[in-house]
């Protein structure tokens, strides 16, 4: 359907919809179960989404894509250092957060990789001890603020 603009466009044969807005700008894309909201989404009633966990136990790690707003375990005896690649390996967006968790005995500690910057209190950047976490921020292109439990 088409009014004043706005369009409604299902597609039996890609299994997509889009609602197109007046000013031209795909307003909703509901593509093959994902679903896309280009401007801001108010939710009435509240939002149920079980946090997502990404499970690692390597010694070292650099975040992909797929950990953004999720919880990332990290799981091990020994010391782990976590990587926060720079956005020309990894562009995750502006307000992408990543929560970490030390549930190994292993000291975490996060590691800024070439070219971002990690701010946090004291610039302290490991997590203070098996069960604490942390929180990551990406705040602008190449800079993540680290906030949470942390220690030297």
């Known amino acids: 359907s088409d009014t004043a603009g706005d369009a409604l466009v ?3 044969s890609a299994e997509s919809l889009t609602i197109t807005g007046t000013n ?3 307003a909703l894309a509901v593509a093959d179960g994902d679903v896309t909201v280009a401007d801001s989404l108010t939710v009435s009633g509240g939002l149920v989404a079980p946090l997502q966990i990404s499970a690692n136990t390597n ?5 992909v894509a797929g950990d953004a707003g999720k919880l990332v375990t990290s799981n091990n005896g020994s010391a782990q250092t976590l ?32 070219g971002v910057t990690i701010n946090s209190v004291d610039s302290e950047k490991a997590i203070n001890g098996q069960h604490a976490s ?14 949470g ?4």
């Open 10 to 12: 299902w597609s039996s």
């Open 24 to 26: 031209g700008q795909t």
């Open 59 to 63: 010694t070292t790690y650099t975040f």
């Open 83 to 114: 990587t926060v690649p720079p956005n020309s390996s990894v562009a995750f967006d502006v307000g992408t957060t990543i929560t970490v968790i030390g549930i190994g005995a292993g000291k975490v500690t996060l590691a800024q990789g070439s």
């Open 134 to 147: 942390v929180t990551l921020i990406k705040t602008a292109t190449d800079t993540w603020q680290l906030i």
């Open 149 to 152: 439990a942390l220690q030297a």
